[in-house]
């Protein structure tokens, strides 16, 4: 970590590896969470974590997790304590947040036990917000800035190179960043089977629904739809509903939705 920004903020950076895109069906296989100061790792968990489902017996699609390597690994309820208090009162650091947070969410409700609610900066936010990268995934950030990129897609490798990216970017722009804390509150977990109950009696009842919806801008709007189905479509649940006022079929996915209301 040598050249760091030494005033760069301290951070937990945190990342984790899925079996899947779904966190409602999906679980986590790996964790890491580094707690970094100027530069320099103060404290560090890592963990595989064993899914409870099946995997591929030759590994995982994107990081290559196999069963074997997970045959003596905790179950996410073994850790879950540790992880909260590791994660408590912290500040995040995560390349795209919208993803791990609602895994991180589902785990801890399978375990009878609340996400504790904190800050995040979110290196895929900042980079569209601040930025005008050509992509902003982490694998091309991490080429932009000419860092090592060997054994990406694990979770703490995943992790130090979002630090270092991070960094990158509060040595570009360090007032700028400061201000893009985004708080995990507001990265919405979507209990799917709740939601789809709920949109699926107001089609059967023709009514208009209201929904506060998250771009792909992370911009929050609020849409008065006509919901006319629910299906998936490369892992994700979408809702395809009729907007009056724009006159158009739009789809929206379920787990953009922070809120769903009547429109009675």
């Known amino acids: 970590m040598e050249g760091m920004v030494k005033n760069v ?40 974590i064993n899914p409870e489902i099946d995997i591929p017996a030759d ?34 650091l995560i390349q795209n947040a919208d993803f791990d947070i609602p895994f991180l969410k589902a785990e801890f409700k399978r375990c009878g036990m609340k996400f504790s609610e904190t800050s ?22 991490a080429n932009f800035y000419k860092l090592d990129v060997g054994d990406m897609h694990r979770a703490e490798k995943d992790a130090m190179l979002t630090y ?37 009696q107001a089609m059967k009842n023709g009514r208009e629904i209201c929904i506060k919806y998250r771009n792909r801008e992370m911009e929050i709007s609020t849409r008065y739809i006509e919901p006319m189905k629910i299906f998936t ?15 158009v079929n739009r789809k929206f996915r379920l787990d953009k939705i922070l809120e769903v209301i009547d429109n009675i």
């Not at 309820?77 to 992880?83: G, H, S, V, Y």
């Open 120 to 141: 995040v900066y979110d290196t895929l936010y900042i980079a569209k917000k601040l930025f005008s990268f050509e992509k902003n995934s982490l694998s091309y950030l």
């Open 233 to 247: 479509e490369n892992g994700k649940w979408y809702l395809e509903g009729f907007c009056p006022i724009k006159n």
């Open 59 to 92: 590994g995982l699609p994107i990081n290559k997790i196999k069963p074997s390597m997970l045959k003596y690994a905790p179950f996410f309820r073994d850790i879950a304590a540790q992880l909260s208090r590791f994660i408590t009162g912290e500040v995040l």
């Open 9 to 48: 903020p301290e951070v937990v950076a945190l990342d984790i590896e899925t079996t899947g895109l779904n966190s409602e069906e999906d679980r986590i296989v790996e964790i890491a969470l580094i707690k970094i100061k100027n530069g320099i790792t103060c404290q560090k968990f890592t963990s595989f």
């Open 164 to 200: 270092q990216i991070f960094s990158r970017f509060f040595e570009e722009k360090p007032c700028e960043v400061s201000d893009m804390k985004r708080y995990t509150a507001e990265i919405n977990y979507v209990d799917t089977a709740m939601v789809i109950k709920y949109i699926e």
